[in-house]
Protein backbone atom coordinates (compact mmCIF):
# COMPACT_ATOMS: atom_id res chain seq x y z
CA UNK A 1 0.00 0.00 0.00
CA UNK A 2 1.02 3.78 -0.45
CA UNK A 3 0.87 5.93 2.08
CA UNK A 4 1.46 9.74 1.15
CA UNK A 5 1.52 13.28 2.24
CA UNK A 6 2.60 16.61 0.97
CA UNK A 7 2.90 19.70 3.29
CA UNK A 8 1.28 23.08 2.70
CA UNK A 9 4.52 24.27 2.35
CA UNK A 10 5.45 22.16 -0.66
CA UNK A 11 1.92 22.71 -2.21
CA UNK A 12 2.95 26.33 -2.43
CA UNK A 13 5.96 25.71 -3.96
CA UNK A 14 5.10 23.50 -6.37
CA UNK A 15 2.57 26.29 -7.73
CA UNK A 16 4.71 29.62 -6.97
CA UNK A 17 8.18 28.34 -7.71
CA UNK A 18 7.79 25.24 -10.24
CA UNK A 19 4.63 27.10 -12.01
CA UNK A 20 2.52 24.23 -11.55
CA UNK A 21 -1.51 24.85 -12.37
CA UNK A 22 -3.84 23.28 -10.18
CA UNK A 23 -5.36 19.99 -12.26
CA UNK A 24 -1.63 19.36 -13.53
CA UNK A 25 -0.23 15.78 -12.64
CA UNK A 26 2.99 14.97 -10.88
CA UNK A 27 4.96 11.72 -10.95
CA UNK A 28 6.56 10.25 -8.26
CA UNK A 29 8.84 7.61 -9.53
CA UNK A 30 12.36 5.34 -8.65
CA UNK A 31 15.38 7.54 -9.64
CA UNK A 32 18.63 5.85 -9.78
CA UNK A 33 20.91 7.71 -7.39
CA UNK A 34 24.28 5.66 -7.19
CA UNK A 35 25.26 2.95 -5.56
CA UNK A 36 25.46 1.86 -2.08
CA UNK A 37 22.91 0.37 0.00
CA UNK A 38 20.41 3.08 -1.42
CA UNK A 39 21.37 2.61 -4.84
CA UNK A 40 17.72 3.95 -5.53
CA UNK A 41 15.60 7.24 -4.38
CA UNK A 42 12.64 9.04 -5.06
CA UNK A 43 11.96 11.73 -7.61
CA UNK A 44 9.04 14.15 -8.80
CA UNK A 45 8.43 14.73 -12.16
CA UNK A 46 5.88 18.15 -12.52
CA UNK A 47 5.59 17.64 -16.55
CA UNK A 48 4.80 14.10 -16.84
CA UNK A 49 1.25 12.46 -18.20
CA UNK A 50 0.37 9.12 -16.54
CA UNK A 51 0.82 6.33 -18.84
CA UNK A 52 0.06 3.27 -16.86
CA UNK A 53 -0.55 4.54 -13.10
CA UNK A 54 -1.25 1.89 -10.05
CA UNK A 55 -1.80 5.15 -7.92
CA UNK A 56 -3.51 8.46 -8.17
CA UNK A 57 -4.05 10.91 -5.22
CA UNK A 58 -5.45 14.62 -5.58
CA UNK A 59 -4.12 16.78 -2.90
CA UNK A 60 -4.12 20.71 -2.89
CA UNK A 61 -5.64 20.92 -6.22
CA UNK A 62 -2.40 18.02 -7.96
CA UNK A 63 -2.70 14.91 -9.53
CA UNK A 64 0.17 12.71 -7.81
CA UNK A 65 0.05 9.26 -9.60
CA UNK A 66 3.24 6.72 -8.87
CA UNK A 67 3.00 4.30 -12.22
CA UNK A 68 3.15 0.46 -12.06
CA UNK A 69 6.88 0.10 -12.78
CA UNK A 70 7.48 2.40 -9.87
CA UNK A 71 5.25 0.96 -7.18
CA UNK A 72 7.76 -1.23 -5.47
CA UNK A 73 10.06 1.82 -4.10
CA UNK A 74 6.83 3.42 -2.36
CA UNK A 75 5.81 -0.21 -1.16
CA UNK A 76 4.96 -0.31 2.94
CA UNK A 77 6.08 2.99 3.02
CA UNK A 78 4.81 6.75 4.21
CA UNK A 79 5.94 8.99 1.32
CA UNK A 80 6.22 12.90 2.76
CA UNK A 81 6.88 15.52 0.54
CA UNK A 82 7.92 18.83 1.72
CA UNK A 83 9.59 22.06 1.31
CA UNK A 84 12.18 24.51 3.33
CA UNK A 85 14.56 27.24 2.16
CA UNK A 86 16.33 24.59 -0.39
CA UNK A 87 13.28 23.56 -1.85
CA UNK A 88 11.03 20.23 -2.10
CA UNK A 89 12.24 17.49 -1.19
CA UNK A 90 10.98 13.90 -0.33
CA UNK A 91 11.59 11.32 2.37
CA UNK A 92 9.94 7.67 2.79
CA UNK A 93 9.26 6.26 6.82
CA UNK A 94 9.10 2.90 6.89
Same mark, same amino acid.
Given at each position: ???????E??????K !???? &??????V? +????????G???????? !????????P??V????????F???????? &???? &? &????? !?? !?? +?????I?
Open positions: MISFAVSKALDSF !NEWG &LEEGQYR +IYAKYAGGSEAFTVGI !NASATPIDAWQSIGGFHFVEKTDVWI &LQDE &L &LQIDC !NE !NG +IFSSKS
